[in-house]
């Protein structure tokens, strides 16, 4: 299994951008899919979550400002974020919670390898 992430890039603040995350390989189900992102010197944070049937949870600093869905028959998971800020600058990491086997059900998690958004001026 790999997610692919894409999207990422410098823009100014107030500006906006579309993160896309693609899952590819072996898979049977996806669960829970997120993004999380990880700023210099900090730990990584949960940016945002959605469910398989679209609830979605964010974190305080960027409701209002990002929007994540995602497209089930495609396995991907999207990410809008709109008027920018500098401290949204980041490396930006997707998850996806993927099932494997058609017996039983257990799902592993996986990560992308990162995109960086940077917001500067």
């Known amino acids: 299994v790999q997610l692919q992430a894409s999207g990422g890039g410098l823009v100014q603040p107030g500006g906006s951008l579309r993160l896309s995350c693609a899952a590819s390989?072996?898979?049977?189900?996806?669960?829970?899919m997120g993004w999380y992102r990880q700023a210099p010197g900090k730990q990584r944070e949960l940016v945002a979550s959605?469910?398989?049937?679209?609830?979605?949870e964010y974190r305080n600093s960027v409701k209002g400002r990002f929007t994540i869905s995602r497209d089930n028959a495609k396995n991907t998971v999207y990410l809008q974020m709109n008027s920018l800020k500098p401290e949204d600058t980041a490396v930006y990491y997707c998850?996806?919670?993927?099932?494997?086997?058609?017996?039983?059900?257990?799902?592993?998690?996986?990560w992308g390898r990162g995109t960086l958004v940077t917001v500067s001026s």
């Open positions: 959605i469910t398989r049937g679209g609830f979605t």
């Open positions: 998850n996806a919670q993927i099932r494997q086997s058609s017996f039983g059900l257990i799902y592993t998690a996986y």
């Open positions: 390989g072996s898979i049977v189900d996806i669960s829970d």
